[in-house]
């Protein structure tokens, strides 16, 4: 099989989180012949999400003849996905953003949309939500490439620390690679 | 001059420890002048490892001077180097030309004070921060059979820049 044949496939799981989840979904895909690539697996209100990169040379009908079985008995919601995709082609970020402050509606996205206008392509982001039931309080952290130049996004979250009334603070990521 | 190739990990002998440097005599020289062409012609090049290229002694070179607004001090030959104190932590982003396609997040003092040989033999001693210290401490660690797989730390757990606060 040549490298340019080999077919990804985008794996989401999503169920109540239990002891186990990672290490049953893994076994069941090495015995049924797959293997992964990237993947992003966690706990996100006491649900377990995975997504991964899966490559099979099998067809979608037998990654489901595979999965289907193990992601029932673990009470967890299956969706698979023929992709176009490569390993090795990661892109490096060359920004960080952190902005935390009381939590309300629309934050993220006046936030992501005012830096999205200053050129930051995000490559991630992690958000929760801590703090007291009562006065609950929003932390996300960002990673990403700042398209438009540092200057612009430090400009960008100026203007989001005004109106927003949070704080935030970016940084250089500058990867040494020694 | 020649160029060397570049162990790539999961190659075992990275994760080997590098016996320090007895006799400073023109065969060690050439072999720092290889190596620092080596360093040059990567794809960081601002610091490489003896054990990176195959050789077990402890000689290192950095020089971030490329790097603009940094303090920094030129090109530097560490051999037998020794970190003689750590001040602060910072996190950063490593990559490593034993390690490609891949970069982390990894924890560093953020000032050291380093004592090294020359490729004379002679003792020299250095007060370094940021980016420089960053890049000796990756260095120093491939002497010890270290990657800088070995010291990543999660993004949720963020050390990153204080200084940012400064309003
Ligand atoms: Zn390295």
């Given amino acids: ?50 997504m991964m990169m899966v490559q099979c040379d099998n067809s979608k009908t037998t990654l489901h003849e595979v999965m289907d079985g193990v992601a029932e008995s673990l009470g967890l919601k299956l969706h698979v996905d023929p992709i176009k995709a490569k390993l090795h082609e990661h892109r490096q970020p060359d920004v960080r953003i952190s902005v935390y402050g009381a939590d309300r509606a629309g934050i ?19 958000s929760d939500v801590a703090g007291t039931e009562a006065a609950p309080i929003y932390i996300m952290n960002m990673e990403g490439h700042a398209a438009e130049g540092f200057e612009a996004l430090e400009s960008a979250l100026d203007i989001v620390r005004r109106e927003q009334g949070i704080e935030a603070s970016i940084s250089r990521i500058e990867t040494m690679v020694g | 001059m020649a160029l060397m190739d570049i162990l790539i ?54 020089d971030v001077s490329a790097k603009k607004k940094i303090r920094h001090h030129g090109r530097l030959v560490l051999i037998n180097p020794e970190i003689e104190q750590w001040e602060g932590m910072v996190m950063g982003r490593e990559g490593c030309m034993s390690v490609p396609d891949y970069t982390g997040n990894v924890i560093r003092a953020e000032r050291i ?10 003792w020299q001693a250095f007060d370094m921060e940021g980016y420089e210290a960053r890049a000796v401490q990756h260095e120093l660690d491939h002497l010890d059979g270290l990657l800088f797989l070995d010291r990543l730390v999660s993004k949720r757990h963020d050390l990153f820049s204080r200084k940012v606060y400064k309003k």
């Fill in chain 2, 113 to 122: 004070q380093l004592r090294a040989q020359d490729e004379f033999g002679q």
């Fill in chain 1, 108 to 126: 993220v996205a006046r936030v992501t949309e005012t830096l999205a206008e200053a050129g930051l392509d995000i490559l991630e982001l992690e």
């Fill in chain 1, 1 to 50: 099989m040549t490298k340019d044949k080999i077919n990804w496939y985008m794996l989401t799981l999503v169920g109540r989180d239990r002891p186990g989840i990672v290490a049953h979904v893994t076994s069941a895909l090495y015995e049924g012949g797959c293997n992964l690539g990237e993947t992003s697996m966690m706990r996100l209100g006491g649900n377990f999400t995975i």
């Fill in chain 2, 9 to 62: 990990y999961p190659d075992d002998r990275l994760k080997q420890i590098s016996a320090p440097v007895e006799s400073f005599d023109d065969g060690l020289r050439a072999f720092v002048a290889d190596l620092e062409e080596t360093m040059r012609v990567g794809p960081g090049g601002v610091g490489i490892a003896a054990p990176q290229v195959g050789h077990f002694i402890r000689v290192a070179i950095v």
